[in-house]
Structure formats: C-alpha cells, structure tokens
C-alpha cells in the first residue's frame, strides 16, 4: 500500500495528539506522544504490558489529563472543536456522553439492568427522551442480533452477547469516535471475530471512528491502521511504513 492508498493520508483529522506526557509515581506511562487520527480509521494500538497503551487512550478520551502536551478534536457536524485537554471536568464529561463512545473488556455494563435498559441509560444520559432512547437501544440490539435477549439482565447473557450490549450502548449516541479497550480480550476466537466486525461496521462502517487497544494481532490486522507503543513512546506506525514504502 503506498502512502496515498493508505487510510491515513485520504481522511480528514479527528484528533490530534502532540508532545503527551504522563507519568504516574515518578514512571514515565507515556513520554511524548504525538499522533494524528483520521476521521472514519480504524487504528489499534498494541504494545506489551506497561507500555502505555490504556494510558494513552485514557487520555485521547479525556478520560484523564496528560500532565504534558495538548490533544485536540477537530470540528465535526456533531461537535465544535475543542482542546480536549484545556476542558474542565464538566467539558470532558460532555464529550465522552455525547461525542465519544466506549466499549471495555469487561463491558462495565450494570447487572441488575435489562441488555434495553442498559442501553437506553446511554441515550438518556445524551439528552434523549425515554422513548426514543428505548427505541433506538432496541434498534441497535435487534441490529446486533439480540432480539431475543432485550430483557434479560446482563449475568443471563453469555460473554458474547454482553459485549454486543456493549457495542450497541456505545453506539446508540452515534459518536464521532469510539474507544475500546480489549474488547475481545476474554471471548474464544471466534466469539472475538464476530464481535470485531460487529464493532468495525458501527463504527468505521457510519464513516466514524475506532480506537482500539488490543494485544491481539488478529483484531490488529482487521484494522486499517496499528500503532506499537514501548516504554510509553511510538515505535511503529504502519502509516508511516507505508509513507517510507
């Protein structure tokens, strides 16, 4: 693939990471991050364990602050451009509930809620009404192929089918970008295919965006781009290969 084939090159910017730092206990998680992210790519993030991958999602969500640098969002025809890392608590709040969504390894879904219900909440915590939110989350359930499962709680279903709860209540706000932290991690293989593709037509399928952190380089290679974080710094970006290339 040369580099005006590659995904990267031909969409518009969505994020842009400059110069991120943070450390935590006087330990460098991420020492200079820069990286720029298209608007409808898929992109995996991979590396060993204690290389700063989480971290650096965590901060390209505003889930925390870098302690370093600056990441932007660029505008969008659902949100203004924002520098996610000048925001308050109250902005960073607004953007991961309406702008961003995120699906983790363990689905971090509510037990004692219906797969609906679960749903819904996500929709409702947007603005959407309760109807409509119910609505959309049996839409996005019934499309992931949960018809049957809309009103069981969540301990009745299997891993599988909780983390397409998952998906569907990441995607039932339509965001910009989607995060998801090895969302694969704990399904057999072909559980872990199944949800992948369900996860990338969400996503990347709408023109939308996928981050995703994995140690699977099966998950890696169905991704239209991989980034490889050591010791919190990129050592390798298959976009940049394929610039060189």
Known sequence: MTSSQHPAQQLPTIITAGNVTKHFNQTYALAGVDLTIGLGESLAIMGPSGSGKTTLLHCLAGIISPDDGRIRLAPTDRSAAADITSLKE???????????????????????????????????????????????ARAWLDRLGLTEHLNKRIGQLSGGQAQRVAIARAQVTQPVVTFADEPTGALDSRTSSEVLTELLSSTTGRGSTLVVVTHDENVAARCSRVVRLADGRIVADSAMQDVAH
């Open 90 to 136: 109250s902005g960073r709040t607004a953007l991961r509930r309406e702008v961003f969504g995120f699906v983790f390894q363990q689905g971090l879904l509510l037990p004692e809620l219906t797969a609906v219900d679960n749903v819904a909440l996500a929709a409702m915590l947007a603005g959407m009404n309760r109807a409509d939110a119910t609505a959309h």
